[in-house]
Nanobody
Framework: QVQLVESGGDLVQAGGFLRLSCTAF????????MAWFRQAPGKEREGVSC????????YYVDSVKGRFTVSRDNNKNTLSLQLNDLKPEDTAMYYC??????????????????WGQGTQVTVSS
């Protein structure tokens, strides 16, 4: 059974930082591109960042460029997202996701095959 388990969400003040983690179970995630999505109340889910299977190529939505950093450890089947200089508009449920293939295809929002359950990030002003 495939499971993507996120952790690290919290309530922080604007300007603060968090580190989200995701561990993949039952999935050869090292061969897949992995991504982070987020969904704020009343808004559509959006792709935040994608990292290809090798970790060499990364992609970000414009609103987080320079503030968020995605990384992965294929030996541990883990995916991370460092969130710095957080803003109230970053408040959302953040989801870890496994992509359909090994490449992000140049996008922070690749086609997804598996989703995690989400971890809540709340940024107060």
């Amino acid at each position: 059974q495939v499971q993507l388990v996120e952790s690290g969400g919290d309530l922080v003040q604007a300007g603060g930082f968090l580190r989200l983690s995701c561990t993949a179970f039952g999935l050869a995630s090292r061969y897949l591109a992995m991504a982070w999505f987020r969904q704020a109340p009343g808004k559509e889910r959006e792709g935040v960042s994608c990292i290809d299977y090798s970790g060499v190529n990364t992609y970000y939505v414009d609103s987080v460029k320079g503030r968020f950093t995605v990384s992965r450890d294929n030996n541990k089947n883990t995916l991370s997202l460092q969130l710095n200089d957080l803003k109230p508009e970053d408040t959302a449920m953040y989801y870890c996701a496994a992509a359909f293939g090994s490449s992000c295809l140049g996008s922070p929002a690749p086609r997804i095959t598996h989703w995690g359950q989400g971890t809540q990030v709340t940024v107060s002003s």
